[in-house]
Nanobody, 121 residues
Framework: QVQLVESGGGLVQPGGSLGLSCQLS????????LAWYRQAPGKQRELVAS???????EYLDSVKGRFAISRDNAKKKTFLQMNNLQREDTGVYYC???????????????WGQGTQVTVSS
């Protein structure tokens, strides 16, 4: 089994910064794309940022220039640094990972339980 545990959420004022981290554990042979999603109240879950195995990144247009995703394969972690946070960034942030549990195995998709980010004055 594979587990993803997010940390680092909280309450921040507009213009502030937060850093999220996601620890992967369990039966992991290789890690593919890592991503962060968010879901605001009453809205669908959306992809915020992703980083693939060669560390190519993609971002939601509204967070470009403010958010940065990174990964540490040795520590089995991914990070999301969020700067200049705005009220519309409020939501539950979820870590997502593509993981193969055995050599030559298929990549399965896993989700964390989510961490709340609230941007408010």
């Amino acid at each position: 089994q594979v587990q993803l545990v997010e940390s680092g959420g909280g309450l921040v004022q507009p213009g502030g910064s937060l850093g999220l981290s996601c620890q992967l554990s369990g039966s992991i042979f290789s890690i593919g794309t890592l991503a962060w999603y968010r879901q605001a109240p009453g809205k669908q879950r959306e992809l915020v940022a992703s980083i693939n195995g060669i560390e190519s990144t993609e971002y939601l247009d509204s967070v470009k220039g403010r958010f940065a995703i990174s990964r540490d394969n040795a520590k089995k972690k991914t990070f999301l640094q969020m700067n200049n946070l705005q009220r519309e960034d409020t939501g539950v942030y979820y870590c997502n990972a593509e993981i193969a549990s055995v050599r030559y195995g298929f990549l399965d998709e896993y989700w964390g339980q989510g961490t709340q980010v609230t941007v408010s004055s």
